[in-house]
């Protein structure tokens, strides 16, 4: 269980350095995120709604992982908004578009797109584990909860 326990820490911990490191480095370069996602292949009318969700969402999903109660929403969030990224990388590298702009923010911008879709795949494989043992984890505290209760 202890160990169980670590893991999921470890697991929260790198999801969390990796959501907040993104959505800050996006919001201290605001000008130059916003600049980014109005080249992307996207409608421009998506542009000043998706310059808000993309960095909120990756606060809202780092202060779910810091809470017992919350962490398994915080996985299947972190795997949902990591698996588009890397379906969109996957796009990329597939070359559906001439020319994108990466809009990560901080050195991950400097990845190449190929470094983008390991990476991506790598916190993808980190939120599918976290699901997996913290699943794991519940169903045995109440399968213990159940056995106490069965011996009063």
Known sequence: ??????LLECISALLIL???????????DWKTFY???R??????????????IIPCTEIAISVSLLFERTRLLGYSA????????????GVILLHFFPYIPCSCGGVIKRLTWRQ??????FFVALSV?????????????ILIT???NSFV
Do not use: C, D
């Open 39 to 52: 080249h992307q292949p996207l409608p421009k009318s998506w542009t000043p709604f998706l310059v808000w």
């Open 116 to 121: 983008h879709l390991v990476l991506n795949l």
């Open 78 to 89: 972190s795997l949902l908004l990591m698996g588009l990224f890397t379906i969109y990388t």
């Open 18 to 28: 990796l959501f907040v490191y993104a959505s800050l480095s996006k919001l201290i």
């Open 1 to 6: 269980m202890f160990k169980r326990q670590v």
């Open 146 to 148: 159940k056995n106490k």
């Open 129 to 141: 584990v976290g699901i997996v043992v913290q699943r794991r984890k519940r169903f045995t505290q």
């Open 35 to 37: 600049g980014e996602m």
